[in-house]
């Protein structure tokens, strides 16, 4: 008789491993596919084939028009930022102001009562003052039992004895940041991209859309490739052509245009909301088994 394992092994009164691979238990491993990939050709804001494209200089490729609509979007959020930052250090030291001036009042009169001895001497602690600016005897104590009780109570619930929080505005940032990479990012740090078309009269009469080479192989760039944009002239390689050239010769091989090694500028791969960077584009979600059922209450995870 052959032995009984987890595949036959229906009888228990809990989920075999195998049970749980076929309930989808665990975490779930997925390549990403073509669909959900950004092409290389692509606006990392608008998801479009780039219009007078630009990167920054860890690679991230935008749109001319996004990409200056988003710095000066950030800019203008810096400045109501920076104007609210303003407005709280004004209330600051208006209060501030207010602050010392009942105190220098409070200082002198208590100074005269001293001096005149008939009325007793009053610390902030107990100090107040009616609405008749009256004193001592004479005058009526501001705040009643019932309006002590609500002071000292602990009723979160209520709305007058709910205390207050002031809120405070700190300085803002006033730099401006790649959407994308979450670096610091200035307008002048961005360069213009030039990608080089197949002009091949083949490429023409098969296809109606485009598609660009290496000028240096003539191979089709694809997001299979890793690519390489010159910082110092804009024209993009593959990084085949890049490494065995241009870091040598330290010359652009389309405009002979002088470069070193910090003009190579490698380009993010991928990126959308849904799939990240680089070449590791796999993502995770995880499943657990449901109490009394036996399908899984899915959590998604994070995807990288």
């Avoid at 004479?138 to 209520?158: C, G, I």
């Avoid at 405070?168 to 991209?193: H, W, Y």
């Avoid at 197949?198 to 191979?219: G, H, M």
Wanted: with cysteine; glycine share 6%.
């Amino acid at each position: 008789m052959p032995q009984r394992h987890s595949k036959n092994n229906n009888d228990l009164a809990f989920f075999t491993y195998d049970e749980k691979r076929k309930l989808g238990y665990g975490t779930q491993k997925e390549r990403l596919g073509k669909d959900s990939i950004k092409p290389f050709d692509a606006c990392s804001l608008c998801l479009k084939t780039l219009i007078e494209p630009m990167s920054c200089l860890k690679g991230h490729v935008y749109c001319k028009e996004c990409i200056f609509e988003c710095l000066l979007s950030q800019k203008k959020d810096v400045q109501r930022k920076q104007l609210a930052h303003a407005t709280q250090l004004k209330q600051d030291k208006e209060e501030e102001e207010e602050r010392l001036s009942l105190q220098k009042a409070r200082e002198l009169d208590a100074f005269d009562q001293q001096n005149h001895g008939a009325v007793p001497q009053y610390n902030d602690k107990n100090y107040n003052r009616d609405k008749n600016g009256f004193h001592g005897a004479n005058s009526v104590k501001a705040t009643s039992y019932e309006e002590e009780a609500l002071r000292t109570m602990k009723a979160f619930w209520l709305p007058s004895a709910t205390p207050e929080a002031p809120k405070k505005v700190e300085a803002p940032s006033t730099d401006t940041v790649c959407p994308e990479g979450n670096e610091k990012l200035r307008l002048k740090t961005l360069f213009a991209i030039k990608f080089t078309e197949d002009t091949s009269e083949q490429k023409r009469s098969c296809s109606l859309d485009k598609s660009f080479i290496c000028p240096s192989c003539k191979v089709t760039l694809t997001n299979t490739l890793s690519l390489v944009a010159l910082s110092s002239c804009g024209h993009v390689f593959c990084k085949k052509c890049a490494d065995k050239f241009m870091a040598v010769d330290k010359v652009c091989l389309v405009c002979d245009k002088p470069c070193k090694e910090r003009n190579l500028v490698n380009l993010a791969k991928g990126g959308t909301g849904f799939a990240g960077h680089g070449d590791h584009l796999e993502a995770t979600d995880f499943k657990h088994l449901g109490s009394g059922s036996g399908l899984g209450l899915v959590r998604p995870a994070m995807k990288t």
